[in-house]
């Protein structure tokens, strides 16, 4: 049983990266498809597809990006912020800026999953679920 899906979503990222795999696939989620357009709009990964499996889960394949000429992952890294055991939550004010806002913190709020940017423009605080960057 896995007590925290976004850390286990997370670590499938970081290690498919490790490895060099071309795409990755993870059990879905309403909160893991909203992360996954996400990391799309950014940049951070080429594409992904949502699958459906016999067990009404489903999947979502994601296909990797790298850098061609250095075979680097598009992110660096992976970190998760709020945790089952100790959830971090920020209002306006107190948004963090990742790498100096070349990062992406990815929160969950009353009006959906979404970017750091976007909650200080809709004026919503939330809970911090990742850094991305």
């Known amino acids: 049983m896995n007590t925290d899906p976004i850390a286990d ?8 990266s490790k490895a060099t795999h071309k795409v990755v696939d ?3 989620s309403n909160i893991k498809k909203e992360i996954t357009r996400i990391l ?4 951070y990964i080429l594409n992904y597809k949502f699958e459906e499996t016999e067990n009404n889960q489903g999947n ?3 296909a990797l990006k790298y850098n061609p000429q250095t075979k680097l992952a598009a992110f660096k890294k992976l970190i998760r912020i709020s ?9 306006t004010k107190s948004m963090p800026r990742v790498l100096n ?3 992406v913190a ?4 009353s009006k959906g999953v979404m970017t750091d940017k976007e909650a200080k423009v809709q004026k919503v605080g939330g809970e ?3 850094h991305v960057y």
């Open 83 to 91: 945790t089952p055991g100790l959830r971090k939550y920020v209002d």
């Open 106 to 109: 990815i929160l969950s709020t």
């Open 60 to 62: 979502i394949k994601i």
């Open 101 to 103: 806002g070349l990062g």
């Open 40 to 43: 799309k709009d950014k940049g």
């Open 26 to 28: 993870i059990p879905a």
């Open 9 to 16: 979503y997370l670590t499938r990222l970081r290690n498919a």
């Open 128 to 130: 911090v679920l990742c």
